[in-house]
């Protein structure tokens, strides 16, 4: 496109660093009357409009700033490059409703399940409508193409099942969106900035895009294009510029930041499309050809069929002539007529109703059928998995116990045969340590030794005797601890000789355990710490088994309580 300068009826915005994004969409806003209007009459709240409205005051005579709107947005990097299409919701959602209402619509989410065959609808406001820049044909992008495309009904099924309240499943579904009111300002967001898997990044698409400067969109609602936003360059360097029609001139005219110029060459002239690679949002408003919204055409009946009621109550009031036979037969004919009619088209509307409701009945009892047949096989296979199951669990118990019955059995003969072992071992070493102890005490007793020696040495002189004497005083003084030994041996054998066997066999055990050589009690821990895991091993596996009873059982309860819902 060619521009020329241009001075006088409109002013640009000064760049604050790389403040474009928000320069094109607001002399969008400033080029939108009936925004302009709204804001301007708002202008002492506490919305953005108080700062929008001084701007654009300013605009009307000279080149103004931004400074204040940046703010107001919370825009604190101006140097830094942004979305244009994000700072535009921005700004509406901080205008008043009177304002946003220029460019909110309402568009409603129909949803139809395959198998109930219940429709749920959604209402939800949108400010303007994404286009995915893809053609399912392999032609040329066009704008109509992408209204079609959108508006197209979308089926879900496989993995993308959507989630029936009336089934409590996962079923297939057919969306479609339908648009409940049109706003006066329709704004279509190209799609140029998608994510590239390859790159593992955001990259721009240039693709050409056919722009009509007349759009239809369903529920037949006609719009004309007034004003696009084009953006220059990539990604992380480019420029946003906008260009605006003037409806009193019939004139385009590029919005540059702070310089506006005229186009030379002005689109739409030869033909009814122009191809860009350039444009990003696309502003369409509404063309008031006698089409409106639904909801509008029923409130204009209503309101004419009210007045035209008033008007003719007021007729007949006011109106004091007697109306004559002939007027009256007439009148009496139209409405038996009337009636007639009415009872027809009653009779028929009943009717179409009746076999309706038979045809959802026929088409639900087979699949009544259906689903009572298939919960039956559902039950009986539970049920039969049920008793394999108890079954295999009955088997497991007796095994366990008759496993435990022969331990505990085993185990008792060994107690009972370890005691007799053990009281004959005892007595056996009891009866040789005391034949070896009285045969010690009889050898070394001091007393016979030296009575044998003085009988031995009858010649001996005084001296010696004296000697003698002294001698055996001496050694019996030194055998004293010993003799004791032998008191205290001989005391402990009569203890032992008064106790029962029993107290002799537990003594003995005890001894026999002490004489143990280091291996042979090695292998006794290991055989004890064996039986002690074997046993708890056996409590787990009852525990477990209890627990497998009892999750089994609430199973079944529920699956009952379950069916019991369905039912």
């Known amino acids: 496109m060619s521009y020329r300068s241009y001075e006088g009826k409109y002013h640009g915005l000064i760049n604050q660093g790389a403040t474009c994004y928000l320069n094109s969409v607001l002399q969008v806003l400033f080029m939108t009357k009936d925004f302009k209007k709204a804001v301007q009459s708002d202008a002492c709240g506490n919305h953005i409009d108080v700062q929008l409205a001084s701007l654009f005051k300013r605009l009307k005579t000279q080149t103004a700033e931004t400074v204040e709107v940046t703010e107001k947005l919370g825009i604190h990097k101006v140097c830094e490059q942004r979305d244009a299409a994000e700072h535009f919701e921005k700004i509406l959602t901080l ?3 009177e304002a946003a209402e220029v460019f909110r619509g309402k568009l409603t989410h129909k949803t139809t399940c395959s198998d109930c065959r219940i429709k749920t609808d959604e209402d939800a406001a949108f400010w303007d409508l994404p286009l995915a820049l893809v053609n399912p044909h392999g032609e040329e992008y066009s704008v109509e193409d992408g209204i079609r495309e959108f508006f197209r009904d979308s089926d879900f099924s496989g993995e993308n099942q959507m989630y029936c309240d009336e089934c409590r499943t996962k079923c297939d579904a057919t969306a479609t969106c339908v648009i409940k009111h049109h706003p006066e300002v329709l704004m279509l967001l190209l799609k140029r900035f998608e994510f590239s898997y390859q790159q593992m990044s955001f990259v721009k698409n240039s693709c050409a895009v056919d722009v009509p400067s007349t759009l239809k969109i369903p529920e037949n609602q006609m719009y004309e294009l007034y004003a696009f936003v084009e953006h220059f360059g990539n990604l992380k360097s480019g420029h946003y510029t906008a260009t605006i029609k003037d409806d009193e001139e019939d004139r385009w005219y590029c919005f540059n930041d702070s310089s506006v110029t005229s186009l030379n060459n002005q689109p739409f002239r030869r033909q009814k499309t122009e191809k860009t690679r350039t444009a990003y949002l696309l502003f369409y408003k509404k063309k008031h050809t006698g089409i409106q919204d639904t909801n509008k055409n029923y409130e204009q009946r209503r309101d004419s069929n009210k007045s035209a009621g008033e008007e003719n109550a007021v007729k007949s009031k006011g109106s004091h002539k007697k109306p004559s036979s002939f007027d009256a037969r007439k009148q009496g004919k139209d409405k038996r007529k009337k009636d007639e009619d009415d009872d027809e ?26 689903m009572e047949g298939h919960e039956e096989i559902q039950e009986k296979k539970e049920k039969t998995e049920a008793d394999r199951f108890q079954s295999r669990t009955d088997k497991q118990l007796e095994k366990h116990d008759s496993l435990k019955r022969e331990k505990d059995e085993k185990h008792v003969s060994v107690k009972q045969d370890l005691p007799n072992k053990h009281e004959q071992q005892g007595d056996r070493k009891t009866n040789v340590q005391k034949n070896n102890e009285q045969m010690t005490g009889v050898n070394k007793h001091p007393l016979r030794d030296g009575a044998h ?7 001996q002189t005084q001296d010696d005797d004296r000697e003698d004497k002294t001698n055996r005083r001496r050694t019996t003084h030194d055998k004293q601890p010993e003799r004791q030994k032998q008191n205290e041996a001989k005391k402990r054998d009569d203890d032992e000789e008064s106790m029962g066997g029993k107290a002799e066999g537990i003594d003995q055990a005890k001894r026999k355990k002490d004489e143990m050589s280091p291996e042979k009690k090695r292998k006794i821990k290991v055989k004890t710490d064996n039986d002690r895991k074997t046993g708890q091993r056996e409590e787990g596996h ?19 309580t379950e069916k019991h819902l369905v039912r």
Request: proline content about 4%; hydrophobic content about 20%; glycine content about 10%.
């Open 345 to 370: 088209g009653m009779g028929g509307k009943a009717e179409a109703n009746d076999q309706t409701e038979r045809n959802k009945h026929e088409a639900f009892v087979p699949k009544k059928k259906k």
């Open 542 to 560: 009852e525990a477990k088994i209890k627990d497998t009873k009892e999750k089994t059982e609430a199973g079944r309860k529920e699956a009952k």
């Open 453 to 459: 020696g003085k009988q031995n040495r009858p010649n």
């Open 95 to 97: 205008t008043s409703d």
